[in-house]
């Protein structure tokens, strides 16, 4: 039976006023696996509408009573996470284990805004009078856009509605195209939470049609992105003319750095993770690999019989899924075409997998590891989101390495491997990045701050930084004197 998704407006499924559907592939076998409604510009109003009404209600709740509204979709979510974890499976491709640990993620994360109930704090501050003060409360901003992408697709709802939620903001969904079936999941199961009606709303559709509509729409004031960064970039000018509050997790192009003295298992054990998880489409994925010459060998050796052992093909049963459509893999393959030609080596991998014939138009891409590229590669320079990494001899000078490695548009996550803690904390303040993991596999943790530089970005998700990116100061000032004006000189203000 063919999947049919509608939009999810003031509480209600309904249809989308122009009565078109979009088509989803399942990317494991290039078959179809769903429709989903198209909003159009008249379905955008009537979201942003029902989120904004529907925050004037909801704010003046208070954090406890937003937070168990909270606290019953988490349950709900954990009684049906296999319902959840399938559909991962399906509609992005992710290996069984990555589902299960991208669902824990979703109920962590939901638990962690939750519990900053009663914790959103603001201050009071003496004013120019023993009998002034200033109350400065924290409050929230209104409606948020909340624009997910496909390759955490739940993960990052529950990044995102949580804090926007607890502090009292309303929510517009607008999910990847590629993903809209978990984003429906998702929501659905706020809707048996009994959210009030309008507090989140879903908008599925073409971002060339409802795109910079809904991202200047004058009712939207705060708008979170995840996504990339000339994404980003479109973003900020459509929002401009609203002025809307922005929070941008965009692209990476992360350096992993393999100094002469690393646990070398270690390092490549990591690796594994950095490159391959998510069939690399991270924005934290291992992007540019600098090993010291001393052990490049060695390393790209134990690299290469490691990443040897990987499964590829079918979900549930392998260790690396295929990649999210066509599009993306034939961005990937080109990229890897293009390092060949400019005079890079293919050490392993490169092309498609043989797999058996369901899966043969699936979008897989093998395990693929370059030699001799260099830095001016555009392999080293843009991001390439798939399983694809190049490697790049280094000799003794760290200073160097920390320039080769900072030497990108991008600033999201960085890795290192020493056992030198003087270079590790040389690297900790001089490596210009958001993240940087030492000798640790990540990703970014809940309570962490996920932030980027340069085009990976601006504010920043998780941690209490985070939930404060969803709120704004506003100040009270009061006398309390019998006469607020004696002794005092009031300023002829003017126009």
């Known amino acids: 039976m063919e999947k049919i998704q509608e939009l999810f407006i003031n509480g209600e499924w309904v249809k989308p006023s122009s009565e078109e559907y979009l088509n989803k592939y399942n990317p494991s076998t290039g078959e179809l696996y769903g429709k989903f409604a198209a909003a159009s510009k ?76 009663r914790k959103i704090t603001g201050d009071v501050v003496e004013g120019t009078k023993p009998e002034r003060v200033i109350f400065q409360y924290k409050v929230p901003y209104g409606v948020v856009l909340a624009i997910t992408p496909w390759n955490f697709p739940a993960a990052m709802i529950a990044r995102k509605i949580g804090p926007a939620l607890i502090t009292g903001n309303t929510v517009v969904l607008k999910p990847s195209s590629d993903t809209p079936f978990v984003a429906g999941w998702i929501v659905e199961k706020v809707r048996q939470a009994g959210f009030p009606p309008g507090t989140v709303n879903l908008i599925t559709g073409k971002g060339s049609v409802i795109g910079d509509y809904m991202t200047s729409h004058k009712k939207i004031s705060v708008i979170t992105l995840t996504g990339e ?142 030699t001799d590229v260099r830095q001016d590669m555009r392999i080293f320079r843009e991001e390439i989101f798939g399983p694809v990494i190049g490697a790049m001899k280094v000799g003794d000078d760290f200073d160097e390495v920390i320039e080769l490695a900072n030497d990108s548009d991008y600033g999201l996550a960085s890795y290192l491997f020493t056992k030198d803690v003087s270079l590790a904390m040389k690297a900790a303040r001089e490596i210009k990045f958001g993240e940087l993991y030492i000798n640790m596999p990540g990703p970014e943790a809940t309570q962490g701050y996920h932030t980027g530089f340069r085009m990976s970005g601006q504010a920043g998700e998780n941690s209490r930084y985070g939930v404060e990116e969803y709120v704004k100061v506003k100040n009270v000032y009061i006398d309390y004197s019998k006469d607020p004006t004696a002794g005092e000189v009031i300023p002829p203000y003017t126009d």
Not at 84 to 105: F, I, S, T, W, Y
Not at 308 to 333: W, Y
């Open 229 to 370: 960064s000339r994404t980003g970039v479109q973003v900020m000018k459509s929002a401009s003319s609203i002025m809307a509050k922005l929070i941008l997790e965009l692209g990476g192009k992360a350096p992993f750095i393999v100094w002469k003295d690393a646990d070398l298992e270690l390092a490549a054990k990591v690796l594994m993770w950095a490159k391959y998880w998510n069939a690399g489409q991270s924005c934290i994925a291992a992007e540019r690999l600098y090993v010291h010459e001393d052990v490049y060998d060695k390393f790209l050796n134990l690299f290469i019989e490691k990443t040897k052992t990987l499964k590829i093909g079918e979900p549930r049963t392998s260790d690396m899924g295929p990649l999210i459509n066509d599009q993306q893999l034939k961005k990937v393959s080109g990229f890897v075409e293009e390092a060949v030609n400019q005079g890079a080596k293919i050490l392993y991998g490169g092309g498609k997998p043989q797999l058996p014939e369901r899966y043969s138009k699936g979008f897989f891409y093998m395990p693929t590891i370059l």
């Open 42 to 117: 008249e379905d955008v109003d009537r979201a942003v509408d029902a989120a904004y009404d529907a925050q004037k209600k909801w704010e003046k709740l208070t954090s406890v009573e937003r937070s168990k509204y909270l606290y019953r979709l988490i349950d709900l979510i954990r009684q049906d996470r296999e319902s959840l974890e399938n559909l991962l499976m399906d509609e992005v491709g992710k290996p069984r284990k990555e589902a299960v640990q991208e669902v824990d993620g979703v109920l962590d994360q939901l638990q962690y805004y939750a519990e900053f109930a």
